[in-house]
């Protein structure tokens, strides 16, 4: 099940990504840290290119769809999750509108763009709990091996740069996170990393 593995990995990933986003965001409120507004459009825009874009497509196709068609068990969880994923774009549009306005330095737009991401990373949580413990023991008891087979292939063929991000929780470990960063989020802002840059 290679990509139950992927999938966990992403979620582990973004999780970890999320905490540092706060982190850093924190000390940016506390004036221990100076913006980096390049760091910050790269970090919307990874999330718009990968978890949004690449890792929710990927659910649908290769595990939501199959499991529908083999059991109507889960059917509300699963209505839930996709409705959820389809609304991505509005998710990341808010976020980028609240990070526009603290860029263009309106008043609160620090306090506002903070709460924007307190929302994303609290609607992270939940989705990615939801998906692990409602859905995936459903998978595992329905999904046939010819499932899991195209499973596998889907999810290996489309990864997340940032995947294997782990917070071993010391400020060098953000950095580095950060770095990553800035290195997978799409062309101009990054490099567009790896062989995934082909849309
Ligand atoms: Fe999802
Ligand atoms: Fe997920």
Known sequence: MEAMRILMDEHQSLAAIIHAIRYMIKEIGEGRLEPDHKLLKAMVEYLDAYPEKRHHPKEDE???GPLRARTEEGAEVLAHLER??????????TLEAALARYQAGEPCGFEAFSEAFDAYAEFYRLHMMTEEREVIPLLIKYLTPED???ADAGFAANRDPMGGTRNAGGQEDFGRIFSKLVAAAPAP??????P???D
């Open 189 to 194: 802002i990054g490099l567009g990393a790896g």
């Open 196 to 198: 995934y840059k082909d």
């Open 148 to 150: 899991w087979a195209r």
């Open 62 to 64: 290769f595990l939501f």
């Open 84 to 93: 959820e994923h389809a609304e991505a774009d509005a998710r990341i549009k």
